[in-house]
């Protein structure tokens, strides 16, 4: 398997190792040079020494057509040598030549030229070639007007290498050998410094590998990890802490889900034993069918409002945005509820000072405030306050609903949306299953708004909708009030399903709705 380190630790080695090879191999050839030319001077040097006491003869000898001779002192000739003319004619060679030539180069254009040769005796060698102008000789003193000029010669001398190629071959193999060594200490190098840098990478990979579903709660330290890596291991906490709260919601919701149908379950199952124990007896028959058909209603209206929330959150919601005026539909929720606010002496009010209206989905926003305000009146306590104000910041308007809450605490507010959460934990009402803000959310959420709650002083709740896109009122079917008036559903609940009689005489606010097409099943006694 193809890791970080080991691609990382191959690249590492590799650069270093070409690096080196080029380093070296630069090296070296700067070192040859310099060997090379040091030679080369030396093979220069005894050149011009050796061509500095080769003069012309004393007396001029008859034209021939032949190269004059020159007088070459035998005790400065070096022992491979060889005299030319620019022609290339031989004049005078070492005796160890007998009669052949030096290996010569094409042409004597420059006046030093080096060049390498192998020499009769087989060896390896480099050779010289000086062009010069021989010393004249003091009997031989000619016109300095109108006098030729003077003649030059090639003086040829070579020299075993020998001695230089050793030197150059020890020089190679040190250079490899210190090239191998370089390269085995860069390969640990790199090993022990990769593995270094990278080891807490590693442990973070080891740790994200031993998480699962019973260990979310495990957190990463950030501080401790490279710049690099911090990123990374905030976010990765983050989704850690997402996932711990949403298994942790999941696991909530399974049991409430279980303990809100097992009370419901078990009185359907003792009203049946009970009406199969007296089956002669009608009137209890007959209560104990209605009964029933309540218990049925709260069953009914939990996996309903379940329904609608997946349907929100699945995004199968169709939705038709125009403009609502919030004051009319506000007035026909609250002319449903009136009863319960007479009941209970709650001091309403409502203040919209600039008639807003929203562009948005009626029906969705008539199921989100009828949510609200139900649940708003249902734990306002006697003679409570509930106010619903609305206001605006530039082009986005709010709605505001406080009530007041005398029993909730600011550690309650992270929980006030979540599904099947009550205050009350023994779940003493019947009536309410704790799906009615949740499902207030998840449509808000679905037609582009914002719902949050917060707490102001001791004992007053605020839900902010806010999010809502000012326009201008249009008569329309956003504002009739038999649009205004419909709910999400293919069918409608009735209010005797899911609450008693004597609630319903008391004015709930339960009243009959017209299907829409949104494909929502919902109940306004979900909150």
């Known amino acids: 398997m193809s890791t970080i380190q080991r691609r990382l630790t191959l690249v590492l080695a590799i650069t270093g190792s070409l690096l080196g090879t080029v380093g070296g191999s630069a090296l070296y050839m700067t070192v040859r040079k310099d060997l090379v030319a040091g030679f080369d001077s030396v093979l220069k040097t005894r050149a011009e020494g050796v061509a500095a006491f080769i003069t012309e003869p004393k007396t001029k000898p008859a034209k021939s057509g032949k190269p004059e001779a020159l007088e070459v002192p035998e005790h400065h000739l070096p022992s491979w040598f060889q005299l030319l003319s620019l022609t290339g004619e031989s004049i005078e060679r070492s005796p160890s030549l007998g009669k052949g030539d030096l290996p010569r180069p094409p042409s004597f254009n420059e006046s030093v030229q080096f060049w390498d040769l192998t020499l009769p005796d087989g060896l390896p060698a480099r050779a010289v070639g000086l062009r010069f102008v021989p010393q004249k000789s003091t009997n031989r003193a000619e016109a300095a007007s109108g006098a030729q000029a003077p003649e030059e010669f090639v003086l040829l001398i070579a020299r075993h290498r020998g001695g230089l190629d050793q030197a150059l071959s020890q020089i190679s193999s040190r250079f490899i050998m210190v090239g191998a060594f370089l390269f085995v200490a860069n390969l640990a190098v790199v090993i022990l410094v990769v593995r270094k840098q990278l080891r807490s990478l590693s ?166 405030l009828t949510n609200l305000v139900t649940n708003a009146l249902e734990y306002t306590p006697q003679k409570g306050v509930v106010r619903i104000l609305s206001d605006s910041e530039g082009e986005i308007h709010r709605l505001c609903l406080s009530n007041t809450a005398i029993h909730l605490v600011p550690e309650d507010l992270p929980y006030v949306f979540e599904r099947f959460w009550r205050k009350d934990a023994c779940r003493s009402s019947k009536f309410h299953s704790g799906l009615g803000l949740p499902l207030a959310k998840a449509l808000a959420e679905s037609v582009g708004l914002q719902l949050r709650a917060e707490l102001s002083g001791s004992d007053q709740f605020i839900v902010i909708l806010s999010g809502g896109k000012l326009c201008t009122p249009t008569l329309s079917k956003g504002t009739d009030e038999s649009k205004a008036g419909a709910v999400f559903g293919e069918t409608e609940l009735a209010c005797s399903a899911s609450k008693p009689a004597q609630d319903a005489e008391a004015g709930d606010g339960c009243t009959s709705q017209e299907p829409q097409e949104s494909g929502l099943v919902t109940n306004p006694y979900l909150r």
């Open 203 to 368: 442990s973070l990979a080891a740790g994200v590998a031993t998480i699962e579903a019973s260990s979310l709660q495990t957190r990463f330290p950030a501080h401790s990890l490279p710049g690099e890596l911090r990123p990374i291991c905030e976010r990765l906490n983050d989704l850690l802490a997402r996932l711990e709260a949403s298994f942790n919601r999941e696991r909530r919701f399974t049991a409430d889900a279980a303990h809100e149908l097992r009370t419901p379950i078990a009185e359907l199952r003792s009203l049946a034993e009970v009406a199969l124990k007296y089956p002669g007896d009608n009137l209890s028959t007959r209560q104990a069918l209605q009964d029933a058909l309540a218990v049925a209603g709260e069953m009914e209206s939990v996996t309903t409002g379940l329904l609608a929330l997946a349907r929100c959150e699945a995004g199968l919601l169709q939705k038709d945005f125009e403009p609502v005026s919030l004051w009319p539909l506000c007035k026909g929720i609250l002319a449903g509820v009136s009863a319960q606010v007479q009941a209970k002496e709650i001091s309403l009010s409502i203040e919209d000072p600039k008639d807003s209206c929203w562009l948005s989905d009626v029906a969705a926003l008539r199921v989100i």
